[in-house]
């Protein structure tokens, strides 16, 4: 599975991605983050003729995290513009010419919420005071005035389509897990709360309908995600689904009809609703990962159809249009594979196990009791490598979930001959409010003990190399994978921390104040209330249960999860005596690792003979953040990751694209 010149890494990095599709106000057309020329630029696409236009040439950021808003009058674009992935986001605009300026620059991040009706007003969500609230911006004037001021962080306002109404989210509740939906008027007065659902739960805005008389919102007062429409003028909302699986809001087709998410296992499929009669129909799609595409103040083409993101485990994403009269699909941007098929990519096995959270391996760091038992569902990806080593790879967020759409990552490892595990572990989304806030106090606990409990189902298989076992995560995945070093080390054999937490008290000093209140304080309170626990929790504190190579890797620029993060741990491991490894000179990057390994094998060495000393090894990656999808940045952080296991732990094969 690999080009012939066996660069598998920099042709997999080079694969070309769509990023937030988004509708234009008239439904002709379509502006997307598409980096097909090896660097991400904005692409407009027409929908009618097919032709895809690049409006920028280097004016976005290389990193297509965040989207982007078409103007009223579609004539141009705005988009989000930070420093080197720092995520301290100011709002920019590009035109058809290519002519881009900054509209919005203020300190700390700010994102757009919405343009309205009118295109002179911008409705934004800015950290600029300390916590994220709602600002208006006058295009014309150039002026920004600030409409909320909430301790917690205020979450997607929209603008009615007459312009005379502003929904939005937030909480005034003592009840960390509480959020509300909200009205006020466009100067920011006659606040009000629309009291949907019961304290504790969680309700948000996400669409006006077309006439501006009503609100799609979702809850999940009764576990399962639900959505609802509200009536405005009778202050009343039906509730459709939410009765069998977890449901989320899109928008409004039209006057009657509404679209969500349905998520189920680890699918993700769009629902059609009959706001009148609540009937409802799921889209007639390969089982995969499926959202509807949005614009501003509309939902569907110009011609009717609904625009949809697709993706699977096997098929790179694809923009279709949907016929929801006759269910028949057209593809408008084909996913790129270049010398691929999709058969040359895993499929993902879902299957489940009973977890009570503590796994037969020893706890090092904290010892837990019994917690309730799950059903845990996890995702393996089988490299087909005999015996193959495996990745234990735990998602992020928390509040998250693997799902069985395309992976670039895990299909790097599968390419290297790893199979691949993701878990679900008790806290991930999809399956509901009581299942989510089993992480509540319990970071550390449970939701890690159900990882080791999968990770210890698969290795029962007889074709997983047992000797050869990796924890490999991100962001909170990150936090996982320090946890686990430190929690289970009996498990691993080798341990890849990426922009992850390692003290949470730091963690909450230095983090952005949305994810202090709506991450830290929310799930764990603040350090003065339980220092016992952020002490506990912290993978730090118990640095000395390190017993496997442990790879530490983290963006500079990351304002989420700061690079603090991991030069504590560093200094923590050097004050307990572990050494540092010196990378082989040319060993990263150079393609090499393969044959040190393969190397390795053949002499009857074990690959961590080849290591040139050291316990840990350390890598702060410039001009990144909290991650990256820029094509070259996703390539270092892939030979990063292949030599390092490569050389601790012996890659097994080289696929190229002669084989079958």
């Known amino acids: 599975m690999s080009p012939d010149d066996g660069d598998i890494l920099e042709e997999l990095a080079s694969l070309p991605t769509l990023a937030h599709p988004t509708i234009s106000p008239d439904g002709s057309e379509i502006a997307c983050y598409y980096d097909v020329t090896g660097r991400n630029q904005l692409h407009v696409l027409d929908v009618e003729s097919g032709e895809l236009t690049q409006w920028s040439d280097g004016e976005v950021p290389r990193n297509a995290r965040w989207f982007v808003r078409w103007d009223v009058d ?21 035109t058809r010419e ?46 920004t005035t600030k409409l909320t001021e909430y301790d917690r962080a205020v979450w997607a306002s929209l603008l009615s389509p007459d312009g005379e109404t502003i929904a939005y989210a937030t909480n005034e509740t003592d009840d960390y897990d509480n959020r509300d939906v909200y009205l006020m008027d466009p100067d920011g007065s006659n606040q009000r709360n629309l009291e949907l659902g019961e304290v504790g739960a969680e309700a948000a805005p996400a669409d006006w309908s077309p006439d501006g008389d009503r609100l799609l919102v979702g809850d999940n007062t009764t576990d399962l995600g639900r959505v609802g429409v509200y009536d405005v003028a009778d202050e009343s909302v039906t509730w459709l689904g939410g ?4 449901e989320s809001p899109g928008g409004f087709v039209d006057d ?26 799921e889209l007639d799609l390969p089982e995969g990962v499926a959202s509807v595409v949005s614009g501003e103040g509309r939902n569907t083409l110009a011609d009717g159809r609904i625009a949809v993101l697709h993706t699977t485990p096997t098929r790179r994403p694809e923009l279709l249009a949907y016929d929801l009269e006759t269910d028949e699909t057209e593809t408008l941007i084909e996913a790129e594979y270049g010398p691929f098929e999709p058969g040359d990519f895993a499929d993902a096995e879902y299957f489940t196990v009973e977890s009570d959270g503590v796994p037969e391996t020893d706890q090092h760091a904290v010892e837990h009791d019994p917690y309730e038992t799950f059903e845990i569902g996890a995702l393996l990806y089988d490299s087909g490598e005999r015996p193959s080593p495996l990745v234990v790879n735990p998602h992020g967020g928390p509040r998250g979930r693997d799902s069985k759409r395309f992976d670039l990552y895990t299909q790097v490892l599968v390419a290297r001959g790893f199979s691949v595990l993701q878990v679900n572990y008790r ?46 995560g991100g962001s909170y995945g990150g936090y996982s994978a320090y946890w686990h070093a430190v929690q289970y080390p009996d498990l691993y054999d080798a341990t890849v921390a990426w922009i992850g937490l390692t003290d949470l008290e730091d963690m909450f000093e230095n983090t952005m104040p949305h994810f202090r209140t709506e991450l830290m304080e929310k799930y764990l309170g603040t350090p003065e209330e339980n220092p016992d626990l952020y ?24 304002r989420r999860v700061p690079v603090s993060q991991a030069r504590i741990f560093r200094e923590a491991l050097e004050e307990a005596g572990y050494e540092e490894g010196v990378v082989p000179e040319g060993s990263r990057g150079d393609g090499d690792s393969e044959a040190r390994s393969a190397s390795g094998r053949a002499s009857g060495r074990s690959p961590r003979a080849e290591t040139v000393g050291g316990e840990y090894e350390y890598e702060e990656l410039g001009e990144e953040g909290h991650a990256s999808s820029d094509q070259e940045q996703k390539l270092r952080m892939f030979r990063l990751l292949d030599d390092f296991l490569g050389r601790r732990v012996g890659t097994p094969v080289t696929a190229t694209a002669d084989d079958d």
């Open 535 to 558: 002490e506990e929790r912290s993978p730090v504190t118990h640095v000395g249960n390190v017993d496997a190579p442990l790879f530490v890797v983290h963006g500079v620029n990351d």
């Open 427 to 472: 806290g991930s989304t999809g399956r509901g409010r009581e299942f989510v806030e089993e992480l509540i106090d319990d970071w550390g606990g449970a939701e890690q003990g159900d990882v080791a409990t999968a990770a210890e189902h698969v290795l029962e298989y007889d074709w997983i190399d047992d000797d050869r076992v990796v924890v490999f």
């Open 256 to 281: 009657s009809r509404v679209v969500v998410s349905r998520d189920r296992d680890a699918v993700t499929m769009p629902v059609v609703y009959d706001t009148e009669t609540g009937e409802r129909r």
């Open 74 to 94: 579609a004539e141009r674009v705005y988009y989000h513009l930070d420093d080197a992935g720092n995520e301290q986001n100011d709002v920019h605009a590009i």
């Open 98 to 143: 290519g002519a881009a300026e900054p509209v919005v620059e203020m300190d700390g991040q700010t994102i757009i919420h919405d343009v309205g009706p009118d295109g002179e007003t911008l409705l934004l969500g800015s950290s600029r005071d300390g916590q994220l609230n709602v600002y208006s911006h006058d295009v014309a004037s150039g002026e």
């Open 243 to 246: 009765d069998t699986y977890e």
